[in-house]
């Protein structure tokens, strides 16, 4: 592998935290951190892309966030929909590829037609891709996996498991953000990180946007990826 294909940053994970300490720190509640933490995501995907960054994934509600107060998830999802409704003609202006990794069976009908519409309009985009997980969690996602190609002959391979992930069709993740000064991974996409470099700030999500994400990804072209080569 050459130096320069070795270094090219194709995929970028956000674990975007720090919503409700900055809400917080303003006497507001939280999902006012929230909501200003979702009018940041455009700034920050379109400056990935702007620098040659093909899939842009945010995490954006975990499997384990059902434990959250229920006025907290609504929130969430509420702020989800508008996202997607207010996005959606970026996303075909800009035509970016919409996946939703996670089982959306649970969420709310009009907010599962909107993606699924999303998905369907935007599929056949080939060069930008933005991934949001949505009841995400990875351990599920591979134990999915394994499930779905059990009944194969012979011997299950690293490419069985990764075509049956919800990221079947994108590149692994090359860096993960996460902000606010936590320094976990947090059941985000595991067997795509196998290679990632991890880049961690304390600022706090409603506060990263375009200079923040340039800086991450500059980090990153600083850093040498090898691959467990020497
Ligand atoms: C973590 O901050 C953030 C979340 C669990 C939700 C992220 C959701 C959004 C930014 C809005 C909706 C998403 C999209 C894609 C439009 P936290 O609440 O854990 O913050 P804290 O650690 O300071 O409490």
């Not at 620098?51 to 959250?68: C, D, I, K, M, P």
């Not at 090359?174 to 795509?192: A, I, P």
């Not at 706090?204 to 600083?222: N, R, S, V």
Request: net charge positive; with cysteine.
């Amino acid at each position: 592998m050459s130096a320069d294909v070795e270094k090219k940053i194709r995929h970028v994970g956000f674990i975007m935290d720090g919503n409700g300490r900055w809400a917080k720190k303003l006497g507001r509640p939280r999902t006012f951190g929230h909501s200003k933490g979702a009018d940041r995501i455009p700034e920050v995907i379109e400056t990935c892309y702007d620098l040659g960054v093909e899939v842009v994934s945010l995490y954006a509600f975990s499997t384990e966030n059902w434990s959250r107060p229920k006025s907290e998830v609504d929130e969430i999802f509420k702020l989800l929909k508008n996202f997607l409704k207010k996005y959606s003609k970026t996303l075909i202006d800009k035509q970016i590829r919409l996946i939703i990794s996670g089982d959306i069976s649970p969420i709310s009908e009009d907010l599962k037609k909107e993606c699924i519409k999303l998905i369907e309009r935007t599929k056949d985009y080939k060069q930008h891709v933005l991934n949001i997980a949505l009841n995400y969690g990875s351990r599920a996602e591979i134990v999915r996996a394994v499930n779905k190609i059990k009944a194969k002959d012979g011997e299950i391979t690293e490419s069985d498991i990764s075509a049956n992930l919800y990221t079947a069709e994108i590149p692994d993740i090359d860096l993960v953000v996460r902000t606010s000064g936590e320094m976990r991974l947090s059941n985000f996409f595991l067997w795509q990180c196998a290679y990632a470099e991890f880049y961690f700030t304390d600022v706090l999500w409603p506060d990263f946007g375009k200079k923040q994400t340039e800086q991450a990804i500059e980090w990153f072209y600083g850093r040498k990826r090898r691959f467990g080569g020497i």
